[in-house]
């Protein structure tokens, strides 16, 4: 497990997120269409069938953690909307993600809210991605966790960081600040129904992407004005590499890439400026920029067909402007390592 303080909302966090093991250990996914994990669940728990999406590792009801002391497990019950928390000896982590399209799964605040066996809550796992399959908090979720992760997952697609700094494509799409005023509005006072607390809950933010992409050829900055304690952040991917782009001129992908790279570098000075500023603040930025430049340098000793194909398998980019489910699994592991492996 981990420890991670949180940013906008100010707020600490602790959730745990490593890399995938054989057999899968308790919460883990376990089965599901489009699954090619492993089936075998840990000793102590079993594969259940939640949906045609999804089959989770539930432990039984007196089974013990192994390498811990005994401890006495009663598995959570499912809540709808409105409902009362999970109860019993096993208590979930909370996961409370903000951004765009590139993690969007369609979550409503008025739906059903994540739960055993639901981690996600609404729509049922994957929920609506971009590209139709999973994505990165999907199996960041359910897959790459070592612990119950119940996600709320406020991401929207086609959001900027603030709709009054740049507009999205259209009126109706949330923002960040209106993604943060949902959370806010909801389960901030921690209700019976979410009971989350600085010590198991998680806030994510992968931002920027819509920003560039809706003005970069517009002149001004595009500081990255956050204002957090700790916190995960990601940073802006070269979607100047994107199939849309390249359908672009060549003035225009390099102009792109020029403002993905000040944002990048904005945003990684105002981090560290602040941990500085700050005692005892810990900060995790995943380098999604390098993460998506690796392969694309690379698309067949990563397991692509190359670096421009898109929709079909085998292709790294599951649309002209975002990348596949199979792209998505690689970037969860990543994220997974980076927040698993932290020590302090």
Known sequence: MFKLQVSLLSVAALVSVATAQTPVSWWGQCGGIGYTGPTVCQSGSSCNFQNDYYSQCIPGSTSTVPSQPTTTVSVPTSTSAGGSAPTGGVQPNYWFSFGDSYTQTGFTTDGAIPATGNPLGNPPYPGFTAVGGTNWIDLNTVQFNNSLILTYNYAYGGATIDANLVA???PTVLSMTDQVNQFLSTVANKPSSAPWTSGNSLFSFWI?????????YQSGSRDAATGARNFLFINVPPVDRSPLMLSQAASAQALEKSVIDGYNSKLATRVANFKAQNAGVQTWIWDSNTAFGAILDDPKGNGFVDA??????????GNNYHPSSAAHSIFAK????????TVW
């Open 168 to 170: 999205p494509y259209t």
């Open 208 to 216: 920027g992407i819509n920003d560039i992409g809706n003005s970069y």
């Open 308 to 317: 421009t194909s898109y929709g079909n398998t085998g292709d790294f980019w």
């Open 334 to 341: 990543q994220i997974g390592q980076l927040l698993g492996n």
